[in-house]
C-alpha cells in the first residue's frame, strides 16, 4: 500500500501531542480571562469568610451567586450538566461537587468550596478547602494538597509535558505523607469553555502528553484523602465520597503559560507570592 501522494505528509502517530486539539490563547485572551479569575477568587474569599458553624451550604451558594452577579460575571457551573447550583461544597468525606442545600457546617468540618465564572465568555476555575475548628491531622491534609497544588503550577512552563504537572503533584503529597490521591477526577484545559484538553491527572510519570506552550490554560486540582484514594458517587449523581469514609481536600487554581512563566489566573497576586517562595520565575510579580 502506497504512504501517500507527494502532498500529503507521512503519517506520523501523535497520540500524545495533539497540538491541535488544544486551544492556544494569544496574550489579550489570557487578559481576558485573568478578569475571571479575579472574579472567581474574589467569589472565594467572600463564601470562605462566612464558613462557620451554623451556615448552610445553601446561604454559602447564594452568597457566591451574589457575588458572581455583582462582578458582572456568569456562573459557569450553573446549570452545567444540570448542576442547581453555582458552587460545589463538599464536606469532610466528600471529595468534590457537592450539592449546596440544607446541610448546616459544624464545627469540624472540612469545607471545599469550588467555584467557576465566566466573564466575556472566558472561564475561571478555582478551588479552596477550609476547615472549621481544624485538628492537626485536618491542617497537615490541607497543607499536602495546597503545596501539592503550587508543586504542579511550578513545573507548568513552556516546554514542560502535561504528565509532568501530575508527577510533580504526587511527588508533593507523597512526601507529606501516607494520603490518598483521587484518580477519578483530573485538572483540564480552560479558556472558551470550563473543560477543555487536555486533562491533567495529579499522579502519573513525567515526560508524557502535550508539550506545554504559551497560551495554554490549565486548571491543575488535586484531591487528596487522609486515608484510601477510592471515591463513590452518591445517588444524587454528584456527590463524590470518599469509599472508606476518610476526610478529603480539594484545591485548585486555573494558570495561564506564559513567556515568562505560569501566571495563576485565578490567584490575586497570580501566583507571586509563592512562585517567590519556589524560585519559580512568573510574570505574576510584575504584574500583581
Ligand atoms: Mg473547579
Ligand atoms: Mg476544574
Redesign the pocket.
Known amino acids: 500500500m502506497k504512504s501517500g501522494t507527494a502532498s500529503s505528509p507521512p503519517f506520523v502517530p501523535d497520540v500524545f501531542n495533539r497540538r491541535d486539539r488544544l486551544e492556544i490563547k494569544t496574550p489579550a485572551q489570557i487578559e481576558a480571562m485573568r478578569r475571571a479569575g479575579l472574579v472567581v477568587a474574589s467569589v472565594l474569599d467572600l463564601v470562605v469568610a462566612q464558613i462557620a458553624p451554623g451556615i448552610t451550604t445553601a446561604e454559602l451558594d447564594q452568597i457566591a451567586a451574589a457575588g458572581i452577579r455583582a462582578a458582572g460575571a456568569l456562573p459557569s457551573f450553573l446549570g452545567y450538566h444540570g448542576f442547581p447550583a453555582c458552587i460545589c461544597v463538599s464536606v469532610n468525606d466528600e471529595v468534590v461537587h457537592g450539592i449546596p442545600g440544607a446541610r448546616t457546617i459544624e464545627a469540624g468540618d472540612l469545607v471545599s468550596v469550588?467555584c467557576?465564572a465566566i466573564v466575556a465568555g472566558w472561564h475561571g476555575?478555582a478551588?479552596v478547602t477550609v476547615a472549621v475548628a481544624a485538628t492537626e491531622a485536618d491542617q497537615a491534609l490541607l497543607l499536602a494538597t495546597e503545596e501539592a497544588l503550587w508543586a504542579g503550577l511550578a513545573v507548568t512552563q513552556i516546554g514542560a509535558k502535561v504528565s509532568d504537572i501530575g508527577a510533580a503533584v504526587e511527588a508533593s503529597v507523597r512526601a507529606a505523607g501516607p494520603y490518598g490521591i483521587v484518580e477519578e477526577f483530573v485538572?483540564?484545559g480552560?479558556g472558551t469553555a470550563?473543560?477543555l484538553p487536555p486533562d491533567v491527572p495529579n499522579f502519573g510519570a513525567p515526560g508524557r502528553g502535550p508539550r506545554l506552550v504559551a497560551g495554554l490554560a490549565l486548571?491543575i486540582?488535586p484531591m487528596v484523602t487522609a486515608g484510601q484514594r477510592w471515591v463513590q458517587v452518591l445517588e444524587d449523581e454528584w456527590t463524590a465520597v470518599t469509599a472508606d469514609g476518610s476526610k478529603a481536600a480539594h484545591f485548585?487554581h486555573t494558570v495561564a503559560i506564559t513567556e515568562e512563566g505560569p501566571w495563576v489566573l485565578t490567584a490575586h497576586d497570580g501566583g507571586a507570592a509563592r512562585f517567590a517562595a519556589l524560585s519559580v520565575p512568573s510574570p505574576a510579580a510584575r504584574r500583581a
Open positions: 469550588d467557576g476555575d478551588a485538572g483540564h480552560i470550563m473543560h486548571a486540582e485548585e
